[in-house]
């Protein structure tokens, strides 16, 4: 056997080792509550989006019944993320569903605020600011082009600008479906529905885009093999084809709430939102009433956390 080939017939398996041991196995792969303190904590904590240098993250925080919604901004230091303050765009409407453009120069959010005037509007559009020196512009509508007067949700940006949204409109597959604007010549063209292989009579919401626009995930409800009033889902795109849309496993999807989809800008991260609680149905002994208010004090307790998980649980092809 000539030596180069004996050379790779000894070094072929050391690769495969370090390879395999390189990426989670999938049995080791489980959500976990990110950032207790900053971005779970004992209130309604949901959706985080970080810029593409992942130093500076913008989540949400809600009322308890989900009502209104503020936009939060952290910076990391170090291995810590900062006391959140809120964003300085947001703190007045209800805003919500922040992400940034794969660029950076842009964030889009959702928000019930007027175009003009003192009144809250009672639907949620699109809205964006653009990177302005260290912070950010004023608030922009993204425009009736896109929006209508019923709600839109959560909108996501593609590296080349297309816009991929959630919205409350007739004429789809069911009352909520996810949409795609394409970015074209400087303006967004009209929104169309994804298809029969995303969108359903169910209903569907929150979408997440990949910057490359390779794969979609999104949160729905209503279907057959959902856990919950929320379940993740994700389509793989082939030419101009989506994939029939499956759900997440790994214990992503649960009996309760599991929405907020996002991955980091490294790709390496999904993060999300869930409602689970670590309040046992029958706890083996009754509550102290120190136990149980330290429980309703702290994150778990059933409302909005953020959690994550590696991106190998999106089992994605290779």
Request: proline share 8%; net charge negative.
């Amino acid at each position: 056997m000539p030596r180069s080939i004996r050379f790779l017939s000894v070094l072929a398996p050391l690769i495969a080792t370090v390879i395999a041991g390189s990426a989670p196995r999938a049995a080791e792969l489980a959500p976990a509550r990110f950032g207790e303190g900053v971005f779970c904590t004992d209130a309604y904590d949901f959706f985080v989006a970080l810029t593409p240098g992942q130093q500076t993250a913008y989540f949400c925080r809600a009322r308890a019944d989900f009502s209104a919604w503020t936009i939060l901004e952290t910076h990391r230091r170090g291995d810590r993320w900062s006391e959140p303050a809120i964003a300085p765009f947001s703190g007045r409407w209800s805003d919500a569903d922040p992400h940034v453009s794969p660029d950076g120069s842009k964030l889009f959010f959702i928000s019930n605020r007027p175009d003009s005037g003192d009144t809250a509007k009672e639907s949620c559009d699109l809205w964006f600011v653009e990177r302005s020196g260290d912070g950010w512009g004023a608030p922009r509508p993204v425009g009736s082009g896109v929006c209508t007067d019923a709600t839109e949700w959560s909108p996501s940006i593609a590296a080349n600008g297309n816009l991929y949204f959630g919205a409350t409109r007739e004429g789809g597959k069911g009352r909520d479906d996810l949409y795609v604007a394409r970015f074209e010549h400087g303006a967004y063209t009209a929104p169309v529905n994804l298809g029969d292989s995303i969108n359903t009579k169910f209903g569907e919401v929150e979408p997440w885009i990949s910057p490359d626009e390779r794969y979609l995930i999104f949160s729905a409800g209503g279907r057959a093999e959902g856990k919950g009033g929320l379940d993740l889902y994700i389509s793989v795109r082939t030419g101009d084809t989506w994939s029939a849309a499956r759900p997440l496993g790994h214990g992503i999807n649960s009996p309760a709430y599991d929405f907020n989809p996002s991955v980091s800008p490294d790709g390496r991260t999904l993060f999300f939102t869930s409602a689970r609680t670590d309040f046992e149905d029958s706890p083996p002994r009754p509550l102290t009433y120190a136990e149980l208010m330290r429980r309703l004090r702290a994150p778990g307790n059933g409302l909005g956390d953020i959690y994550s998980i590696p991106i190998e649980a999106l089992d994605l092809p290779r």
